[in-house]
């Protein structure tokens, strides 16, 4: 990650932020109940949640840094750790296994050089296994940030890389 | 002609109905019919339907609506949650129709929460649903704007809040009791039983958690009747189900049919059999959770008392195709190390015992298993199995298993007596 990102990620919430969070906790049942909301807000913004940032919303949400760690850590899609610019994430549940899942991995691993879990060098990607995306008819099957991709082969996955560089 | 009462709505672009378009086709009628109903008369029709849940474990719905306090005994607080946490793998039924049909799960929440006389309802969607997710809420605002969703529901008396969540993301998070713990913005862990949710849920109030699917059966029984919706089915119990199929099928998709249409209808016709090439070795009925079915046994209703008569279940209905192709027992790891990355942790059976079977099972398809091995799996569908554990991942993690020893067995024996997998080929094939 370059220096100009990270200085990026210390930045403290800011007050739009903290406002909208400080609205989500008011209007649930109970503050804490807003916490995956706003990790959400949070990573919306800087891509992931960092150490200060998780600080900033537990104070908000009169959780201590540690609860809402705990809470973070426990869902799949709340990234404690830097991710790339763009975050792929590739089904590796059981259809889109049994129509060629494994080799749709194999194929971006070679492509961007990493292995899942990894970004790449120049910070464009990161691959994520994913659970099943419920989309098993059009197996093998990704989201790349917000979209979903079924039908997958080599061809389609370097057409869809492309649409990115 | 087959009556389609989920997918009737759904229109060939497959883009949803705005509220317009909803109430032209008839939609809100039901609504309108139930908030005239007295709620016992609502579940009393929901129970003659027979209609069944269809989030996997078939439980009759009037009857979980009717655990609920009555309207005029405390407390007064209770809460309706709509599950579209849909990550059971191999299923999608539940994302054509929020994504397609939005307004008629409105309202089936509309119509249930009158029933059970909650004030607040959540629909507790998977993160990763991001088109769901939009169109639901924008169906929500829509709905509000009609007067449908809010205070004093079209001069009712009755008022309802809709919140559409998105979830954090985990497999755990689509049981009920773990459900109430993440909509609290805590770790999403199973809880006790009893009480029961319908007395102590979300917040310890009295609560009704609901699949989409289920759901939007609702708004079409209050509409035409119990005996029509009964009528449309093959089975006991009453109306059509959204069945689907995917692996190496001529056609994979999704159909609405009769409740109890048979598998090899479903597999034959409607998926078209397989493509040329490829021959089924078996199949998985509703899911990851459910147990193996082979192929003598494909002229099997799909319904729920059925499928368990042949030692397997229902589970979603939508159908995962293994074929000749594929390595068995690479299909139960894939299958176990979803299982073990998604166990919550809470208990130690399963939070020990599923990192261990994926092992066992890692080293066998890379032909480093021991005759002993199938021991120690066969121990553990035991140790795993239903009641050992403190909600049902772990033994839905061993329905595949224990019907994959009994059916796969030979080629259990092969790796180990091989020392390899004799698929080895396929592995990271396309095709
Ligand atoms: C580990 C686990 C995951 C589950 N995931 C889901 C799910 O994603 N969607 C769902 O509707 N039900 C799921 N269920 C079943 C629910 O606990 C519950 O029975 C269901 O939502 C009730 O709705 P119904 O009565 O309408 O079927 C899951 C159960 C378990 C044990
Ligand atoms: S069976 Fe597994 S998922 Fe269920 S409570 Fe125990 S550890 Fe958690
Ligand atoms: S198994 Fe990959 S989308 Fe369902």
């Not at chain 1, 990026?8 to 007050?15: A, D, I, N, T």
């Not at chain 1, 739009?16 to 807003?34: G, N």
Request: aromatic letters at 8%.
């Amino acid at each position: 990650m370059s220096t100009v990102e990270q200085d990026f990620v210390h930045e403290p919430l800011g007050p739009r932020l903290r406002h909208q969070i400080a609205t989500i906790a008011r209007h649930a049942e109970d503050k804490r109940a807003a916490c995956i909301d706003a990790l959400k807000l949070v990573q919306k913004r800087f891509r992931f949640v960092s150490d200060v940032h998780l600080a900033e919303v537990a104070a908000l949400l009169e959780m201590t840094p540690a609860e809402l760690d705990g809470v973070a850590t426990f869902y799949n899609l709340i990234f404690r750790r830097p991710v790339g610019r763009h975050v792929i994430l590739l089904c590796d549940s059981v259809a889109c296994w049994v129509m060629g899942g494994a080799a749709a991995c194999a194929h971006l691993c070679e492509r961007l050089s990493v292995k899942p879990g990894e970004t790449t060098e120049d910070g464009r990607f990161t691959l994520l296994p994913i659970v099943c995306l419920g989309h098993c008819d059009h197996a093998p099957a990704m989201m790349v940030d917000e979209d979903l991709y079924g039908d997958l082969d080599a061809a389609r996955l370097d057409d869809i890389l492309r649409r990115f560089r | 002609m087959i009556e389609t009462p989920l997918t009737a709505t759904i229109q060939p672009d497959g883009k949803p109905l705005d509220v317009t378009g909803y109430e032209r086709v008839g939609g809100y009628q039901a609504m309108r019919k139930a908030l005239n109903m007295t709620p016992e008369a609502i579940i009393g029709e929901i129970k003659s339907s027979r209609l069944r849940g269809r989030g996997g474990a078939g439980f009759q719905t009037g009857r979980k609506w009717e655990a609920v306090p009555k309207r005029d005994e405390p407390p007064f607080l209770r809460y309706l949650i709509v599950n579209a946490d849909e990550m059971e793998p191999g299923s999608f039924k539940d994302r054509l129709l929020l994504e397609k049909t939005p307004h008629q799960l409105i309202e089936g929440v509309i119509i249930g929460a009158f029933a059970i006389q909650a004030a607040l309802a959540y629909i507790f969607v998977r993160g990763e649903y991001v088109l769901a997710l939009e169109r639901l809420a924008h169906a929500v605002v829509e709905a509000q704007a009609r007067g449908y969703v809010g205070r004093d529901i079209l001069g009712s008396g009755f008022s309802l809040t809709i919140h559409v969540h998105a979830s954090g993301g985990r497999y755990i998070c689509g049981e009920a009791s773990a459900l109430f713990s993440a909509l609290e913005g805590r770790r999403a862990i199973p809880r006790a039983r009893p009480p029961r949710s319908a007395v102590s849920g979300l917040w310890g109030k009295p609560s009704v958690v609901n699949n989409v699917e289920t759901l939007c059966c609702v708004p079409p029984i209050i509409e035409r009747g119990a005996n029509w919706y009964l009528g449309l089915s093959h089975s006991v119990d009453g109306g059509t189900k959204l069945y689907g199929v995917s692996g190496r099928v001529k056609r994979p998709g999704l159909w609405e049919l009769p409740f109890g249409t048979p598998l090899n209808e479903i597999l034959f016709e409607h998926a078209g059999g397989m493509r040329a090439g490829y021959e089924c070795r078996a199949v998985l009925p509703g899911g990851a959770s459910t147990a193996f079915i082979v192929p003598e046994n494909f002229d099997v209703r799909m319904d729920f008392a059925s499928v368990q008569k042949i030692g397997s279940s229902l589970g979603t209905g939508n159908i995962v195709v293994l074929d000749q192709r594929r390595c068995p027992i690479g299909l139960l790891r894939n299958l176990e190390h979803f299982f073990a990355q998604e166990s919550c942790g809470w208990c130690t059976p399963c939070r020990d015992g599923l990192p261990w079977v994926e092992r066992i099972l890692t080293a066998i398809e890379a032909g480093e298993g021991k005759a002993e091995d199938l021991e120690l799996l066969i121990h553990h569908v035991s140790f795993l199995g239903p009641g050992c554990t403190f909600c049902d991942l772990a033994p839905g993690a061993m329905a595949p298993l224990g019907s994959g020893l009994k059916h796969f067995r030979s080629e259990f024996e092969r790796h180990i007596n091989e020392k390899a997998c004799p698929w080895h080929d396929t592995k990271d094939a396309w095709t």
